[in-house]
Protein backbone atom coordinates (compact mmCIF):
# COMPACT_ATOMS: atom_id res chain seq x y z
CA UNK A 1 0.00 0.00 0.00
CA UNK A 2 1.43 3.55 -0.97
CA UNK A 3 2.16 5.45 2.14
CA UNK A 4 1.77 9.32 2.84
CA UNK A 5 3.94 11.27 4.43
CA UNK A 6 2.42 13.74 7.73
CA UNK A 7 4.12 16.17 9.24
CA UNK A 8 2.65 16.03 12.79
CA UNK A 9 3.89 18.87 15.50
CA UNK A 10 4.01 18.20 19.24
CA UNK A 11 5.76 19.17 22.53
CA UNK A 12 9.49 17.94 23.08
CA UNK A 13 7.77 15.80 25.80
CA UNK A 14 5.38 13.91 23.80
CA UNK A 15 8.06 13.52 21.10
CA UNK A 16 10.91 11.77 23.61
CA UNK A 17 7.24 9.11 24.88
CA UNK A 18 6.94 8.31 21.13
CA UNK A 19 10.53 7.83 20.54
CA UNK A 20 10.76 6.09 24.12
CA UNK A 21 7.69 4.03 23.45
CA UNK A 22 8.41 2.89 20.09
CA UNK A 23 12.63 1.80 20.51
CA UNK A 24 10.56 -0.59 23.70
CA UNK A 25 8.19 -2.05 20.99
CA UNK A 26 10.91 -2.34 18.62
CA UNK A 27 9.53 -0.39 16.05
CA UNK A 28 10.33 2.83 14.29
CA UNK A 29 7.99 6.00 15.52
CA UNK A 30 6.08 5.93 12.24
CA UNK A 31 5.41 2.36 12.52
CA UNK A 32 4.31 3.24 16.38
CA UNK A 33 2.09 6.25 15.22
CA UNK A 34 0.92 4.32 12.89
CA UNK A 35 -0.24 1.40 14.60
CA UNK A 36 -2.08 3.85 17.40
CA UNK A 37 -4.20 5.32 15.04
CA UNK A 38 -5.28 1.97 13.38
CA UNK A 39 -6.39 1.10 16.93
CA UNK A 40 -7.62 4.20 17.76
CA UNK A 41 -9.96 3.69 14.19
CA UNK A 42 -10.67 0.29 15.37
CA UNK A 43 -12.01 0.91 18.40
CA UNK A 44 -14.23 3.68 16.61
CA UNK A 45 -16.13 1.01 14.33
CA UNK A 46 -16.10 -1.46 18.07
CA UNK A 47 -17.52 1.42 19.80
CA UNK A 48 -20.03 1.65 16.72
CA UNK A 49 -21.30 -2.06 16.89
CA UNK A 50 -21.79 -2.18 20.54
CA UNK A 51 -23.80 0.88 20.25
CA UNK A 52 -26.15 -0.62 16.97
CA UNK A 53 -26.44 -4.01 19.44
CA UNK A 54 -27.37 -2.34 22.27
CA UNK A 55 -30.16 -0.13 20.11
CA UNK A 56 -31.37 -3.55 18.50
CA UNK A 57 -31.87 -4.83 22.00
CA UNK A 58 -33.19 -1.83 23.49
CA UNK A 59 -35.76 -1.48 20.29
CA UNK A 60 -36.01 -5.56 19.28
CA UNK A 61 -39.82 -5.85 20.28
CA UNK A 62 -40.75 -2.45 18.30
CA UNK A 63 -38.83 -4.12 15.07
CA UNK A 64 -40.61 -7.22 15.61
CA UNK A 65 -43.92 -5.77 15.74
CA UNK A 66 -43.19 -3.76 12.84
CA UNK A 67 -41.34 -6.95 11.03
CA UNK A 68 -42.52 -9.85 12.36
CA UNK A 69 -40.12 -12.34 13.76
CA UNK A 70 -40.38 -15.28 10.68
CA UNK A 71 -37.22 -13.96 9.80
CA UNK A 72 -35.17 -13.84 12.68
CA UNK A 73 -31.64 -15.21 12.42
CA UNK A 74 -31.14 -14.96 9.00
CA UNK A 75 -28.97 -12.43 7.05
Do not use: C
Not at 2 to 11: A, E, F, G, M, S
Not at 53 to 62: N, T
Amino acid sequence: MPKTQLNVRVDEATAEAARRRALQRGMSVNRYIEELVKQDAGQVGHTFVEAAADFMKQYESVFAEEFGTERRGTR
